[in-house]
């Protein structure tokens, strides 16, 4: 059989599961979402965001690029967070990477990946932002991984640089922003960054009180 009429197989056996727990599953499920979650991850196949956090459908919003980053330009992402925090009111957003990012250690390399190059860019920044302290983390798996330690701290900041995210911290004192790393050697989620409603925004990025009304 063509391996994609598995999924198709898999998605009837879901189905019959999820009804034979609870006869109003997708009743329930198609009335409304109010997920609390805003997840930013990278599209890696590997750290399915319900999967590694326990979650089911309608819990967490969710949005992957390549390597999970937050850029400026991006309409996709700034749409979908946007979108979470305004009309979904979302109370955390988390960015997660993963060690051994392919986009990151792409992103360190001198290869041309075509209009990927654009886009890892942002990750060549933030090695350029941190190099030093990015040299002195080891071998060149180390300094990756620090490399996604970094870049995910990065995202965080940049998030807190939108009007959207900066009116909601002023007004509604939400949400939390994480800053986490998933392993995959031993599957677990490494909580490194947080950034509260109050945590101070760099002068030139934030934008008077007024203006956000
Ligand atoms: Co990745």
Known sequence: MESYKNLLLANKAWVQEKIKLDRDYFTELARDQKPEFLWIGCSDSRVPAEEVTGTEPGEIFVHRNVANLVVHADLNMQSVL?????????????????????????????????????????????????????????????????????????????????????????????????????GMNDGLLKNLYRLDPDSPIEDIYRYDKDALR
Not at 91 to 102: E, F
Not at 147 to 158: A, P, T, W, Y
């Open 82 to 182: 946007h979108y979470a925090i305004d009309v979904l009111k979302v109370k955390h957003v988390i960015v997660c990477g993963h060690y051994g990012c392919g986009g990151v250690r792409a992103a360190m390399t001198n290869q041309r990946f075509g209009i990927l190059d654009q886009w890892l860019r942002n990750i060549k920044d933030v090695y350029h932002d941190h190099r030093d302290e990015i040299m002195a983390a080891g071998d060149l798996e180390a300094q990756t991984n620090r490399l996604v330690e970094l870049s995910v701290f990065q995202q965080l900041h940049n998030i807190t640089k939108t009007t959207s995210l900066q009116r909601s911290w002023n007004f509604d004192k939400r949400p939390t922003l994480h800053g986490w790393v998933f």
